[in-house]
């Protein structure tokens, strides 16, 4: 069995991705534009010595922006416009942004965005689908062919599988998306069903065949919750 993830892992990476853009002085954080009024009347705070700037909206037609990732000196947001958890809803929304607040590009990406995380190592975006029912995965490489940037992954073994081990049977989804300096990938389980599947997911990722096929998020255990 994998040695087991440190609890702060899994918000490391996102940590590490937003300082970085903020800076010594302030920390920026992205408004999610007119569609996220409840965020805006939250009035969120910062300590002593930080300030909060809103740099962009999210793009019409894009709505329900949640996690955020930094890869190669931009910022990529998932909107979840009106997808549902466990499958359905149409597409999600993955907006690139300049720091700047300039959009770069956007992709429409099926089912609903959830985890988001980047990895440098291979320069792509990765994104957990529908965090309670009929989960999978997805990467977008900015960087490469448009026929070849995004690839949609499904999960081996399902974890919602009648003859799915028990350590990997949460009877739920996939959640937040961790990659470590090495490269691994972890995902957490979500919305479990059972009390004895694993807390959080290693991932390893095959492409597909083609650039238009789906690849295998093969899936092993880490440490119960």
Known sequence: MPQPVPL????????????????????????????????????????????????????????????????????????????????????????????????????????????????PLKNFVIASLDEDAATHMVTVTPSAAASKQVTYYTYSPDPRGASTPTALRTGGGTDQVTVDSAGHIFTTGSHAGTSTGTAVFKVVLTPPKTPTGTGKATLSSTYLD
């Open 8 to 119: 702060d892992r899994r918000n490391r990476n996102r940590t590490r991705a937003r300082w970085a853009i903020a800076g010594l002085a302030s920390l920026t954080l992205l408004a999610a534009g007119p569609a996220s009024t409840a965020l805006a009347a939250a009035k969120p705070t910062v300590p002593a010595g930080y300030t909060i700037t809103k740099i962009a909206n999210a793009p019409a037609g894009a709505a329900n922006c949640d996690d955020i990732a930094f890869l190669a000196g931009h910022l990529f947001v998932g909107c979840q416009d009106k997808t549902l958890s466990n499958g359905g809803g149409g597409n999600s929304t993955l907006v690139e942004y300049s720091l700047s607040g300039a959009v770069v590009k956007t992709w429409s990406i099926k089912d609903k965005i959830d985890g988001l995380q980047a990895d």
